[in-house]
Structure formats: C-alpha cells, structure tokens
C-alpha cells in the first residue's frame, strides 16, 4: 500500500495489506553481524515513532484491521545474502 510513509518524525519502511492485517515492515541492512543483528538496531524510540505513524494511518484512512509489526534484517555480506522476516517483531523485545 505504502513505501517510504512519513508521519511527523516518523519513517514507515513499508505497509502491505493482506485481507485483515496490515503489517508495517521496518527493514534493517547492515554489512555485518559484528555489532549485532540488524534487528537490534530498532529501539524504543524508533518502535514509537512507527506506533505513532501507524495509528495515524489507520485513522485517516479510516482502516478496520489487525496491525502487525514486523522487521526485515537482511546482513549484505561479501559471498552471501542473509535475509530474515521477523513477524509479529516488537515482541520480541
């Protein structure tokens, strides 16, 4: 439905819709697991700026679905693609 979705200080990644759930996807890329998993790297505020986008979203468009949260964390390294699809991933914190 949405790519690159601004709200105020907010980025949505993407929001896709399959019959009753809307699932807002925040993607992660890092080069490396070094530092750790790119899903690590969504903190709590970045989880309320996308609560915050969501909510007004589903307000103005007047929306009646579930609203599932979850991250893509894709690790670029030189061979290889690692690509990960955490549903359902803030609560996983």
Request: charged residues 30%; glycine residues 2%; aromatic residues 10%.
């Amino acid at each position: 439905m949405e790519v690159n979705y601004r709200f105020l200080k907010a980025e949505v990644d993407v929001i896709a819709q399959k019959e009753n759930v809307l699932a807002v996807v925040e993607v992660k890329t890092r080069a490396t697991d070094y530092f750790g998993n790119p899903q690590d790297f969504v903190n709590p505020k970045k989880i309320k700026l996308l609560l915050s986008a969501i909510d007004n979203y589903v307000i103005e468009r007047d929306l009646d679905v579930e609203v599932r949260f979850d991250i893509i964390a894709i690790i670029l390294q030189k061979k290889t693609t690692k690509i990960e699809h955490l549903k359902d991933a803030f609560f996983h914190f």
